[in-house]
């Protein structure tokens, strides 16, 4: 069995189960390890292992993770204010998600344009 691939797939869904857990005792707590980085080491580790540690690799991947982090900001925040606003989980997901590809394509439309 080839752990470099299961045991990030086993992490992730722990942690799932530990947000559901956590969420009937505290939603603070439950949110926090929701956002714990968790996936960025996971998929980080996967990404040293493919390329047997190449630092070029590395270091564009990780660069790559900088510029999604915006997309996943506005999504945080898009979300937010739905919810604030009393909209239901799927219009707060489907407008969340919009906002996310929309800055996504610009970040990723800005890039192309000025040849990063």
């Given at each position: 069995?080839?752990?470099n691939k299961f045991l990030p797939?086993?992490?992730s869904i722990l942690v799932i189960i530990l947000v559901a857990v956590l969420e009937k005792y505290s939603k603070l707590f439950a949110a926090v390890t929701a956002t714990?980085?968790?996936n960025i080491p996971l998929a980080l580790w996967i990404v040293?292992?493919?390329t047997r540690g190449d630092q070029a690799?590395?270091?564009e991947f990780t660069s790559s993770l900088l510029m999604g982090i915006i997309p996943t900001l506005a999504f945080l925040i898009t979300i937010w204010l739905a919810a604030r606003?009393?909209?239901?989980?799927g219009p707060i997901?489907?407008?969340g998600y919009a906002m996310w590809?929309?800055?996504l394509a610009l970040i990723v439309g800005a890039r192309g344009w000025l040849g990063v």
């Open positions: 069995m080839n752990w797939v086993v992490i714990m980085p968790l040293y292992a493919s690799a590395v270091q606003s009393g909209m239901k989980l997901l489907v407008v590809g929309t800055v």
